[in-house]
């Protein structure tokens, strides 16, 4: 069976050794989703500095619906500068490629999720708030994994603008005159609900301006992290590392001029 050749963008979720000096690369492209790339003696291939994880580029490769893809060659890499010089930023952009592999299945076309993956590393990149660019992509990726949640309009009388609060055993919001029909409701800071319901829906021209204060942002973190647990259920190791980074993490950021003359 003859390989198709073929030219498309595609970006790495990640690579691993194979043999002595070969590597399996993984790569999520624009025209045949996500595959399974081998790179023969890895260290001496021109092709090296294409197969880190995060290199979008343009790749020439060979598609194998039946094993191992090829690749023939690459150009025009689009670095990301400021994630890979930034461990906080690269351990974001970590999550969002483990997030969008573990959501698609292999060989699936899928240029949608392709484009909000490449827009949201772009946005990362330029300097947006990584940490709601990541709640975003979380829950839109939803929908991806078969979870369909509802925090626009109460579950039982479809009122919208309320302060609601989420009920897991609805799948979806209540108002208060609601409330009651769910005791095991999740007592939300009625932001988190409405935030979320902006970031279903929101665009990316809509993005550009996005802020959000400290004391929120763990909020939707706690929030999200336990409807990924409750929906989900996957358990990625770049996530825990983003965990035990924001624990550990203060430690490593700058601190300002205040703090050091205090």
Not at 8 to 32: A, C, M, P
Not at 244 to 260: A, C, F, H, V, Y
């Amino acid at each position: 069976k003859k390989m198709e050749r073929i030219e498309t963008r595609g970006i790495v979720l990640y690579n691993q050794d194979f043999r002595e000096d070969d590597k399996l690369v993984k790569i999520f492209t624009e025209k045949s989703g996500k595959r399974m790339f081998f790179v023969k003696h890895a260290s001496k291939s021109k092709l090296v500095a294409s197969i880190q994880p995060l290199t979008h580029a343009d790749f020439i490769v060979k598609i194998n619906d039946d094993g191992l893809s090829y690749i023939e060659d690459f150009h025009q890499v689009q670095p990301f500068k400021s994630i890979n010089g930034d461990i906080f930023k690269l351990s974001y952009a970590t999550y969002i490629l483990a997030l969008a592999d573990a959501a698609l299945q292999d060989k699936v076309y899928d240029p949608a999720l392709f484009a909000f993956l490449v827009k949201t590393l772009n946005l990362m990149e330029s300097g947006l708030d990584y940490e709601i660019l990541t709640n975003i992509f979380e829950i839109q990726l939803l929908g991806r994994f078969g979870v369909s949640l509802n925090f626009h309009e109460c579950a039982f009388c479809h009122r919208v603008g309320q302060p609601f609060d989420y009920s897991y055993k609805y799948s979806g919001v209540l108002c208060p005159q609601h409330y009651q029909q769910d005791e095991r409701r999740a007592y939300l800071d009625p932001n988190v609900p409405y935030l979320l319901d902006q970031f279903q829906a929101i665009s990316f021209d809509e993005l550009e301006t996005i802020s959000i204060k400290p004391e929120m942002k763990r909020k939707l973190r706690l929030f999200i992290d336990q409807l990924y647990e409750e929906y989900v259920g996957i358990h990625l190791k770049s996530k825990k590392f983003i965990d035990d980074l924001s624990s550990w993490g203060q430690i490593m950021k700058p601190r300002t001029e205040n703090e050091e003359t205090e």
